[in-house]
């Protein structure tokens, strides 16, 4: 039987430190799909996160690769997607929001909007997904509230439409008045936030008298925001024009499940997606589905590779056989599989907004399109501009054919964009990444899964350009500019810095020299 349950597929995005992992944990927990919160740090005897996975994740405390987690809350199928927290991953990012339906915006009290939630904003604007946003670290001191606000507006243009409202400054967290309703909803701590923090719900005359004039501040303030007619508006919120306000710490599970609630209220169900032929896909239409991830090393028994694929319409019966929109190519689903963290269990059906993982589907890569009936293609998933550059050798020459192997599966994943030339040859490939932690992870994944140690040796160049053919063989030859080509035939025009890029595109104006997403100007 399919399941027919309302659907909610969001992604959490904000700063590195924020605490992404560690609300993603406390909703799991209060959608008792988990018995006890982990920790990022694993600290104490507290377990670690079940969306941190890699070893790298677990010793660093941060998330390296994004987890998808399914569970079911008040009748409805939500899926989260943890975007990795580290701001030297946003590609991976990019690409998880292109999966997502809403996004949850989470602001640490205590610094405000940080460069990484600002840049994560403007591509949830650019796709026009809605965002709420949370307020998190409230049980330590930090900004006030309406400091807070006013921050939001200044800074991402969007109007705060708090839902809830603070009871005590933060670092002293009493509870929220819930806007909606009036009520004080009370906290009280539990042992190292790990499990469920009790909440009850109180109407204005039975406030206790030790939280008396933090209520009267919290009314006086909601009062204001009253007068201001800073209240939700849901078509106002659905086009990008408002995010709602919540106030938490999920740390100590206060506020979590105000934003479950919050997320099954107002967060959008999925729609009816375009094409690149400009046909519309409906979602209660025939299947189709598309790649927006691909991860190796989830099994240390074996050998695995999962393409993470969103469902965009129709049911999904496992064993269908689906057609490979690049190739025209089909190919049998009996190894899908649903996914919580680095858990994984066969999965029979799924609809419209589900996460669902093909195992060992060799031929998909991110951004592909599968589909049945009448044929669909999506547009393909953006690429972020790489600022970091190496070549990269075999460090055992003895063993190229692992080290081609590694580098090909490594460039399908998306860890790092893999950039060739004839010039350097296919034995020195340039890898090309956001951040230079991936190359650690690269470095990582080809000694421990590809018995191939590898070599690096850094480039000077910073800022990579789109050219085309002409392009290419217009900039041969010129100084302090070099040209690749992307394993998708993509010709990349690398300059030493911006400075030399300004200039050659001002003394070439008949020149394709085009800015990637999130690159410099």
């Given at each position: 039987m399919p399941d027919t349950r309302p659907r909610r597929t969001f992604a959490v995005i904000s700063h590195p430190d924020a605490g992404k992992s560690t609300l993603t944990e406390a909703l799991a927990l209060h959608a008792r799909v988990i018995t006890e919160a982990g920790a990022v740090h694993g600290k104490g005897d507290r377990r670690a996160t079940v969306s941190d996975w890699m070893a790298m994740e677990k010793a660093r405390g941060i998330s390296i690769?994004?987890?998808?987690?399914?569970?079911?809350?008040?009748?409805?199928?939500?899926?989260?997607?943890?975007?990795?927290?580290h701001s030297d991953f946003s590609e991976d990012t990019y690409r998880v929001l292109s999966a997502v339906d809403s996004a949850v915006m989470l602001v640490d009290a205590g610094?405000?909007?940080?460069?990484?939630?600002?840049?994560?904003?403007?591509?949830?604007?650019?796709?026009?997904?809605?965002?709420?946003?949370v307020i998190n670290?409230?049980?330590?001191?930090?900004?006030?509230?309406?400091?807070?606000?006013?921050?939001?507006?200044?800074?991402?243009?969007?109007?705060?439409?708090?839902?809830?409202?603070?009871v005590g400054e933060a670092g002293d967290f009493r509870g929220v008045l819930d806007r909606r309703t009036g009520e004080f909803v009370k906290y009280t701590r539990t042992a190292g936030g790990a499990t469920r923090a009790p909440e009850r719900r109180l109407g204005p005359t039975e406030v206790e008298e030790a939280d008396a004039?933090?209520?009267?501040?919290?009314?006086?303030?909601?009062?204001?925001?009253?007068?201001?007619?800073?209240?939700?508006?849901?078509?106002?919120?659905?086009?990008?024009?408002?995010?709602?306000?919540?106030?938490?710490?999920?740390?100590?599970?206060?506020?979590?499940?105000?934003?479950?609630d919050l997320l099954l209220d107002i967060a959008p169900d999925p729609s009816p997606t375009e094409g690149v032929d400009g046909s519309v896909r409906k979602v209660e239409d025939d299947f189709s589905a598309f790649v927006f991830k691909v991860q190796s090393g989830m099994n240390n028994a074996h050998r695995d590779r999962l393409a993470y694929a969103r469902v965009v319409s129709g049911e999904f019966e496992r064993g269908m056989v689906v057609t490979h929109a690049s190739t025209g190519r089909p190919f049998a689903t009996k190894f899908a599989q649903s996914v919580f963290g680095r858990d994984t269990q066969a999965v029979e059906t799924a609809e419209p907004g589900d996460i669902i993982g093909f195992v060992n589907a060799q031929a998909l890569r991110v951004g592909d399109t599968v589909y049945v009936g009448d044929p669909i293609e999506y547009p393909p998933v953006p690429s972020f501009a790489p600022e970091h550059f190496v070549t990269a050798s075999a460090g055992d020459i003895g063993r190229y054919k692992q080290f081609?192997?590694?580098?090909?599966?490594?460039?399908?994943?998306?860890?790092?964009?893999?950039?060739?030339?004839?010039?350097?040859?296919?034995?020195?490939?340039?890898?090309?990444?956001?951040?230079?932690?991936?190359?650690?992870?690269?470095?990582?994944?080809?000694?421990?899964?590809?018995?191939?140690?590898?070599?690096?040796?850094?480039?000077?160049?910073?800022?990579?350009?789109?050219?085309?053919?002409?392009?290419?063989?217009?900039?041969?030859?010129?100084?302090?500019?070099?040209?690749?080509?992307?394993?998708?035939?993509?010709?990349?025009?690398?300059?030493?810095?911006?400075?030399r890029a300004m200039v050659t595109a001002r003394d070439n104006p008949d020149l394709v020299l085009e800015a990637l997403p999130a690159g410099g100007s």
């Open positions: 690769t994004s987890a998808a987690l399914q569970f079911v809350y008040r009748d409805h199928v939500i899926n989260l997607v943890d975007t990795p927290g610094k405000g909007l940080e460069p990484q939630t600002l840049k994560l904003f403007k591509v949830c604007a650019l796709r026009g997904i809605p965002v709420m946003t670290k409230w049980d330590r001191p930090g900004l006030s509230a309406l400091e807070l606000m006013d921050l939001i507006q200044q800074k991402i243009g969007l109007r705060p439409t708090p839902l809830t409202w603070p004039d933090l209520w009267a501040a919290a009314v006086e303030e909601h009062e204001l925001l009253e007068l201001d007619e800073a209240d939700h508006d849901q078509d106002r919120f659905l086009a990008g024009e408002t995010t709602p306000v919540m106030f938490a710490s999920a740390l100590q599970n206060f506020g979590v499940a105000q934003l479950l081609r192997r590694g580098i090909e599966q490594l460039d399908q994943e998306g860890v790092v964009q893999v950039l060739r030339s004839d010039l350097r040859g296919d034995q020195n490939p340039v890898l090309a990444a956001v951040g230079p932690m991936q190359f650690e992870v690269v470095e990582d994944r080809m000694a421990n899964e590809f018995n191939s140690p590898i070599r690096f040796s850094r480039l000077d160049y910073q800022v990579a350009r789109r050219t085309d053919a002409a392009g290419a063989a217009a900039l041969a030859g010129m100084r302090g500019v070099e040209v690749l080509q992307r394993s998708d035939g993509t010709h990349l025009a690398l300059f030493v810095d911006q400075w």
